[in-house]
T-cell receptor, first 115, second 116 residues
Framework: EAQVTQNPRYLITVTGKKLTVTCSQN?????MSWYRQDPGLGLRQIYY???????DKGDVPEGYKVSRKEKRNFPLILESPSPNQTSLYFC??????????????FGPGTRLTVL | AQSVSQHNHHVILSEAASLELGCNYS??????LFWYVQYPGQHLQLLLK??????LVKGIKGFEAEFIKSKFSFNLRKPSVQWSDTAEYFC??????????????FGTGTRLKVLA
């Protein structure tokens, strides 16, 4: 089954404790992206990747890191989480061919709480 | 900065009522436009998209949207809503890769509640 998986689905942590949220897709998609969803603010793009070893900042990259060492995986790293990073995080993937006209497939979301 | 505006934050309708959700974007060049939907407890999924051709596009579950370039708009419509359309709806834009950027901009979302 074609899917985007994220782990963990729920995470409660404390300020400053490094964490990684994993994202994996099995559709051989070139484009992968991380978003955060906050009430009243919709989805905001954190980082995206056009292919292996090619990443770029979205609109809200501060406090986050990403890496794309393999095509299927795109982990999101919070080196020193802070309470303002409490949010619902989504990973998504799509083909890049066609100039970003393709559908993005979203993961189930990771609800992160930073105390 | 590029932005996407969804004017209706919360909409409540009775079943069989008609729906129109507004979406306006601020970007002067070519754009790819999308509507995504998030049903309660489910993943975000694509409703419909426009990137070229007929500006009236049809999507899943009876939804359609019209791209009006002069108004920078991509409003979502459905002639008769059902209780199962209760969800949050997001408009999204990207300028296409010829612009040199691969960013997506989403709107703030519209929560639709349909009363049975």
């Amino acid at each position: 089954e074609a899917q985007v998986t994220q782990n963990p689905r729920y995470l409660i942590t404390v300020t400053g404790k490094k964490l990684t949220v994993t994202c994996s897709q099995n559709m051989n998609h070139e484009y992968m992206s991380w978003y955060r969803q906050d009430p009243g603010l919709g989805l905001r793009q954190i980082y995206y990747s056009m292919n292996v070893e090619v990443t770029d900042k979205g609109d809200v990259p501060e406090g986050y890191k990403v890496s794309r060492k393999e095509k299927r995986n795109f982990p999101l790293i919070l080196e020193s989480p802070s309470p303002n990073q409490t949010s619902l995080y989504f990973c998504a993937s799509s083909r890049l061919a066609g100039g970003l006209t393709d559908t993005q497939y979203f993961g189930p979301g990771t609800r992160l709480t930073v105390l | 900065a590029q932005s996407v505006s969804q004017h209706n934050h919360h909409v409540i309708l009775s079943e069989a009522a008609s729906l129109e959700l507004g979406c306006n974007y601020s970007y002067g060049g070519t754009v790819n436009l999308f509507w995504y939907v998030q049903y309660p407890g489910q993943h975000l999924q694509l409703l419909l998209k426009y990137f070229s051709g007929d500006p009236l596009v049809k999507g899943i579950k009876g939804f359609e949207a019209e791209f009006i370039k002069s108004k920078f708009s991509f409003n979502l419509r459905k002639p008769s809503v059902q209780w199962s359309d209760t969800a949050e709806y997001f408009c999204a834009v990207n300028p296409g890769t010829t612009s040199g950027t691969y960013k997506y901009i989403f709107g703030t979302g519209t929560r639709l509640k349909v009363l049975a």
